[in-house]
């Protein structure tokens, strides 16, 4: 089966009921309930159409990757939407970030935070935070790498009253093998565990799985998947 979804019109409720099924079976293989994983809709670069489509399907978390685009795209997202940036973020577009997202899960540096965090309070809104892990090591990814950082850049959150952290963020290396896949998504896991002990607290989200590795991220605990072309087809260039 090719992961490449079929983007001719119309067929985007095909596709949902095809990830929806894979869900449902990766949670019971893994002894998991369904509601224990959220579905992102991952709408970067995909036509405002097949948006709307999204939306009149019921889907409700979306994943963004630019600012640009997001703008571009908001009056289409109703108040019951709820979207996160997925994408690289960077400091001098903090006060669109601060006013565009629910979330940002491209978190993975101390003045970042520090940057969100000023606009935050200009802006008078508060904002969810994943932490973004590199998992894989490969040097063109963006992400903390370490627990040390990753710890730094956590306890800047914590010191930002309207960032709040929900979980931790990684993209898996791009493979469709088993070992380098749950490694990663364990490494995730692994993190999110110590910083737990570390804040002596809950850190609900591990935001891992895409259109072609879902299964193994939610094997491995993933509360939250984030599909693109799986569900909307080949992204426009
Ligand atoms: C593009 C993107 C996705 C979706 O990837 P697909 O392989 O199309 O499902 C998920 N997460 C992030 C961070 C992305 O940039």
Redesign the pocket.
Known sequence: MSIVADNRAGNLADNLAVIEERIQSACLRSGRSRDSVRLMA?T?RQPPELLEEALRLGLRLF?E?RIQETKAKHALFPPSAEVHL??HLQRNKARDAAQLYHAVQSIDAVRTVDALASRLEEEGREIGAFLEVNTSGEPSKEGVQGFGDLLQVALAIEASPRISLQGLMT?APYTAEETPLRRAFAQLRDYRDRLEGELGRAVPDLSMG???DLEWAIREGSTLV?????LFGNRLS
Do not use: D, E, L, Q
């Not at 984030?226 to 799986?230: F, K, L, N």
């Open positions: 991952v970067k994943g990757s997925i994408g993209i895409m259109s072609g984030r599909v693109g072309t799986a």
